[in-house]
């Protein structure tokens, strides 16, 4: 392998490149800064500025429950965002999101079965939720690992392994699927459980949310950066990516691994936050000049926005009730994927 890995535009001159992505990556975290704070002082409790008139309601209204759900929610769609620009750049295909290996439904799975052993039982909500986090996070994982299983025999230095494991996800996403479609035929109590999963609720996130998904996003921001060569190289397809010096088999399962990570800790607190994912990268590459350096903070920025957007949205347009996230991210998501899917037509 070469001593060292160069993307086709590090040739030349990005001084332009940097200084432009700089500026977009500043209105970025402008604007999700400005959408937090609005997001802090709207609620069903009351604006903020009547809060801050009582100590107890702003410890208790603010600090403990809309600023931590405020932050989970950023925190959540940057590693989406984050997850679907590896996504998109792994499976070549602007329609790629990172459940695509089977992740969410292996989520699904294991929290309805966690629930039909009892756990919707416990006395004591936090322990519920602690448990449905713990059994979301695994079963995303166990769905990883039966995607690779089911392409662990492929020959040696295949370059070509991502299209098999892309069909070895939806594979895997059919099954899982359709045994948490049989567990709550079999038990149809469990199906408020599982719909409040499969919707997406951002109103449980708190500060036990926020501190893990904090330090995973910054690892992963790590990890993406110490790879967007290969995540460059990866546009020029494969067998070119091969050609210049990467080992594709192994740098292709490590940004599986790295992708699976961004989605289970994220549907492990939110359950499935549907097409987040799969727009951020869309909304910033009009925008960003340079290569993935620039593209993956783009993106988990604009993650960030796009879920703290919908969940503010979700607070505020039918008060004092709230429309699920998932439920509203997917109707808007759903509106966008048309308008793409039409644009590439007529391309």
Wanted: charged share 10%; glycine share 8%.
């Amino acid at each position: 392998m070469a001593d060292k890995q160069v993307s086709p535009l590090h040739q030349a001159d990005l001084r332009p490149l940097l200084r432009h992505d700089r500026n977009i990556l500043f209105v970025l975290a402008a604007a999700c800064f400005a959408l937090a704070l609005m997001s802090v002082s709207v609620g069903s409790g009351g604006p903020l500025h009547q809060l801050w008139q009582s100590p107890e309601s702003m410890q208790g209204l603010v600090l403990e429950l809309r600023l931590p759900r405020v932050l989970g929610c950023m925190l959540a769609g940057a590693l989406l965002g984050l997850g679907g620009l590896i996504a998109q750049a792994l499976f070549r295909n602007p329609l790629a999101d990172p459940y695509l290996l089977g992740t969410a439904s292996g989520a699904s799975l294991a929290v309805t079965m966690v629930y039909a052993a009892g756990l919707g039982a416990l006395p004591l909500p936090w322990l519920m939720q602690l448990g449905s986090v713990f059994a979301a996070f695994c079963g995303a994982w166990l769905a990883l690992v039966l995607s690779l299983l089911l392409v662990s025999n492929r020959r040696p230095g295949d370059v070509e392994k991502h299209v098999s494991l892309l069909l070895a996800g939806v594979v895997v996403a059919l099954v899982l699927g359709a045994l948490s479609d049989l567990l709550t035929h079999l038990r149809p109590e469990l199906l408020r459980y599982r719909l409040a999963f499969v919707l997406g609720q951002t109103s449980l996130l708190g500060w036990d949310a926020v501190w893990p998904m904090l330090l995973a996003l910054a690892l992963l921001l790590m990890l993406t950066r110490a790879r967007a060569d290969v995540l460059d190289a990866l546009i020029l397809g494969p067998h070119t990516a091969a050609s210049l010096g990467f080992d594709m088999e192994k740098e292709q399962r490590r940004l599986v691994v790295m992708m699976a990570a961004c989605t289970a800790i994220v549907v492990a607190h939110t359950g499935l936050i549907a097409f987040v994912g799969l727009l951020a990268p869309h909304v910033v590459r009009p925008f960003v000049r340079g290569m993935h350096r620039s593209l993956m903070l783009a993106s988990a920025l604009a993650g960030a926005l796009l879920l703290s957007l919908a969940d503010l949205l979700a607070r505020t347009l039918w008060m004092p009730n709230e429309i699920p996230t998932g439920l509203l991210t997917a109707v808007i998501g759903g509106i966008f994927l048309l308008g793409l899917l039409r644009q590439q037509l007529r391309g």
